[in-house]
């Protein structure tokens, strides 16, 4: 009797926390069905097992601006992924995050009988919300990860199981930090302040200007502060390092951002998941973001929330300092690092408030949850997603 052939099925992520979650899914799923997943992602999906038709690094902008100048390659990706999936004839395609390209390549896949999974769904809670409608008419399921979305998308009749944050019970510390310290130079009896300028170039670019000015700020009130820049896997950590005094007391510690995070009195956190991260850690933390001028002004009228960091809006109510496009200043930062370092209610009363955060986030197994979900989806009849 001839071999199955493995079923196939597109699995998409466009930037790098997108790309964590997709290549623990892949894992998930391996481990569940005979698949064979390709689509877009980068190095952590390719050693989970997904054939790389083109690399989410090609595609991984944020801002209306910056799309604008990416979009040659933003096309490219998308008619590669299209034209692979009209060849291998996938019955699923799960995409993550990412929803102004992933939006538009459901689209284009529905009409090849291509039924669509949206893992980790838009945040159009917060932004745009009438596009929910979008949802409804392109995907066959929505996988939701935070608990006030189940009843967002629910309401608009979007089919959608909230599965809980994919990071809850994952996120953990390799390090103590007196280990950490060890590791690295630090002295683990002075104040450490950690910062995470975001992973793409342009989130640096317009990061690392402010941070330098805000660290030389915070050294000037408390002279025994150490600072520590947790960059990236395959970061270029010498270009991280430019710009700062040679005297100045920056460590850049590559690939343990968990312990660098888990370390700090306090961290200077870029907008994003990064900021769950810290709150899984318990690590006091202050976001911060910027886009470009043109960028923050054509998205200021489609903005519908009160707050950016996912933490305040898990929360509900403002837990963190949120330091945000013209808030985004050295001064500001500084402030707001050193209230944290000096005041012990403070840093108290921020932590009870990750506290309730993390209770908000559901238990750990998401990822399993996701996938014993697209399991059932690619065992049942098209139109049946149960």
């Known amino acids: 009797m001839p071999a199955m052939t493995p079923t196939p099925i597109l699995l998409s992520a466009g930037e790098a926390s997108g790309e964590m979650y997709a290549a623990k899914l892949a894992a998930a799923l391996r481990r569940r069905a005979d698949v064979a997943l390709f689509g877009m992602g980068g190095a952590r999906m390719r050693e989970a097992g997904v054939e790389i038709v083109t690399d989410y690094s090609e595609v991984a902008v944020v801002g209306i601006t910056e799309v604008l100048r990416h979009l040659p390659s933003l096309l490219r990706a998308m008619q590669r992924l299209v034209s692979e999936a009209a060849r291998r004839r996938p019955p699923l395609a799960v995409l993550t995050d990412f929803p102004g390209f992933h939006l538009r390549l459901a689209r284009k896949l529905l009409p090849r009988g291509v039924r669509n999974v949206y893992f980790v769904c838009p945040q159009f809670w917060a932004w745009r919300p009438w596009r929910v409608r ?3 008419r392109r995907f066959a399921l929505g996988l939701c990860i935070f608990p006030f979305e189940e009843k967002f998308f629910g309401d608009a009749g979007v089919p959608v199981e909230f599965i809980g944050h994919p990071l809850v019970g994952e996120v953990r510390a390799a390090q103590s930090r007196e280990a ?6 630090l002295d683990a009896a002075r104040p450490i302040v950690t910062l995470l300028p975001g992973s793409r170039s342009s989130e640096m670019a317009r990061h690392l200007p402010v941070l330098r000015e805000a660290c030389a700020l915070i050294r000037q009130s408390v002279p025994a502060a150490q600072f520590v820049l947790a960059a990236a896997p395959e970061s270029d950590c010498e270009a991280l390092r430019r710009g ?3 005297e100045f007391p920056l460590r850049v510690v590559e690939g343990q ?7 700090a009195d306090a961290a200077i956190v870029s907008s994003g998941t990064a900021t769950v991260e810290a709150a899984l850690l318990d690590a006091p933390m202050v976001v911060i973001y910027r886009v470009s001028a043109l960028t923050a002004l054509l998205a200021k009228p489609f903005v519908r929330t009160p707050f950016f960091s996912m933490v ?7 837990v963190v300092p949120e330091l945000i496009q013209k808030d985004c200043t ?8 050193l209230r944290l370092l000096q005041q012990d209610a403070a840093r108290a009363e921020l932590r009870r ?13 998401a990822i399993e949850r996701a996938a014993d979900a697209i399991v059932r989806m690619l065992r049942a009849k098209p139109g049946n997603a149960s």
């Open 257 to 263: 951002t968990y312990d660098a995070m888990a370390a």
């Open 134 to 136: 979008i949802l409804r």
């Open 330 to 337: 050295p001064q500001r930062v500084a402030h707001e690092v």
């Open 180 to 185: 950490f310290c060890r590791s690295h130079g």
């Open 244 to 246: 700062w005094p040679r």
């Open 312 to 318: 305040n809006l898990i929360a509900g109510r403002r």
């Open 353 to 365: 408030g990750l506290a309730e955060v993390r209770e908000r986030l559901g238990p750990p197994g």
